[in-house]
């Protein structure tokens, strides 16, 4: 049974910090695509962050120099580090695996169409 586990979502003041840990089972981990996803209220799916089997990582403009996305292949485990947190980056952050660009929907609906998803993990920045 494919299972991905995001944990360390919270509320926290603009400026400071969490760490996303999204634990994951039932399929090759160290051939996969991770990536973060997050789903504001009223928004689309979007993209925050991914790292590719090879490494690669990808980060959207908001984010860039704030998020650290990190993997540990031994603990079959990805992370998303993030810094100087503003008010817009609140929202439920989902984990997935080999899913990409979301196509324009809610994550919940993205969730359903392909990839493996965790069930997201509630990060709420106050101003």
């Known amino acids: 049974e494919v299972q991905l586990v995001e944990s360390g979502g919270g509320s926290v003041q603009a400026g400071g910090s969490l760490r996303l840990s999204c634990t994951a089972s039932g399929f090759t981990f160290d051939d996969s695509d991770m990536g973060w996803y997050r789903q504001a209220p009223g928004n689309e799916c979007e993209l925050v962050s991914s790292i590719s089997d090879d490494g690669y990582t990808y980060y959207e403009d908001p984010v860039k120099g704030r998020f650290t996305i990190s993997q540990d292949l031994a603990k079959n485990t990805v992370y998303l580090q993030m810094n100087s947190l503003k008010p817009e980056d609140t929202g439920v952050y989902y984990c997935?695996?080999?899913?990409?660009?979301?196509?324009?929907?809610?994550?919940?609906?993205?969730?359903?169409?392909?990839?493996?998803w965790g069930q997201g993990t509630q990060v709420t920045v106050s101003s």
């Open positions: 997935a695996a080999d899913y990409g660009f979301p196509t324009g929907g809610s994550c919940e609906a993205e969730a359903r169409t392909a990839g493996y």
